[in-house]
């Protein structure tokens, strides 16, 4: 185990483009969130009926504890950013034959899924802990009065963060895995993400009785709806989204079980 990760490790020291994406990503998450918290303060703090009406309206979103949902909405957005570096990581390695090498080495192929596993879950456990601080810090900043709100209440979010991200990043992974073209399979997902399964889940939600709930992205998306402020517009269906999160949780498990079981089995009939 050590050796794998030592391995990794070793593969990703030197490597300028990791850096690079995960740099924007460390900057990404903080400045969408801080943005829309920057543009909520000042439409709020306006001493004029509009403002006032907003405030009463929405209450505070960034404050504690609805600031862990908030900020959990506004980060997966960018999910994308992190995939890019998964993609890369598993399309070099048959870019540069690193993978042949690593059998050569003695390493077995169950081994080498082991590796990029771990990849994809280490980059998952650095993207939620970077949402966590930024969720922390804004609600610390937003919040009135700390000692009269219950701070982790809206701590739930966390978990389904991580694993909304995980379950994306392995789908990002199995498309990179699959292609093994930097390029192209990061224009697949860029595509099929950004424009073609929202296209189809808004149609689906229209015509073919929300179906588009069962797309492969969709199923993790649903695990964090939008944050209470905007589902106040439509509260019955604001009420339908918080009460199909447990049954989500269910679908994105499952779903993420298939993505790396395919990975498996693809792995070990492919040819080196």
Do not use: C
């Not at 185990?1 to 460390?26: D, S």
């Not at 609805?66 to 890019?84: D, L, Q, Y």
């Not at 993207?127 to 609600?139: E, F, N």
């Amino acid at each position: 185990m050590l050796k794998i990760l030592k391995t990794e490790w070793l593969k990703i020291r030197n490597y300028p483009a990791f850096w690079l994406v995960m740099l924007m990503t460390a900057l990404s998450y903080p400045g969408v969130n801080l943005l829309f918290w920057y543009q909520f303060k000042e439409i709020t703090k306006k001493e004029l009926a509009t403002g006032k009406m907003v405030k009463m309206l929405l209450g505070n979103p960034f404050a504690f504890p609805e600031t862990f949902h908030t900020t959990a909405f506004f980060s997966s957005i960018f999910v994308f950013i992190p995939a890019i570096v998964v993609m890369l990581l598993i399309t070099n390695e048959y870019t540069y034959k690193t993978n042949r090498q690593n059998i050569i080495d003695g390493w077995s192929r169950n081994a080498f899924i082991l590796a990029k596993f771990f990849d994809v879950l280490l980059i998952t456990l650095l993207v939620s802990l970077l949402y966590t601080v930024i969720a922390y810090i804004i609600g610390t900043l937003a919040t009135e009065s700390l000692a009269s709100v219950n701070i982790w209440k809206g701590a739930k979010y966390i978990p389904l963060f991580m694993l909304q991200t995980f379950s994306q990043l392995s789908i990002a992974f199995l498309i990179g895995f699959l292609v093994r073209k930097a390029f192209i399979a990061l224009g697949i997902f860029v595509f099929y993400s950004i424009i073609l399964e929202n296209a189809a889940a808004a149609i689906a939600r229209e015509k073919f009785y929300d179906l588009g709930r069962f797309l492969p992205l969709e199923i993790s998306d649903r695990l964090i709806p939008v944050p209470a402020f905007i589902g106040r517009f439509d509260e019955k269906s604001y009420a339908g989204k918080i009460a199909a999160v447990d049954t989500h949780i269910v679908y994105t498990i499952v779903l993420t079980a298939l993505v790396w079981g395919l990975v498996y089995i693809v792995n070990k009939r492919r040819d080196l």
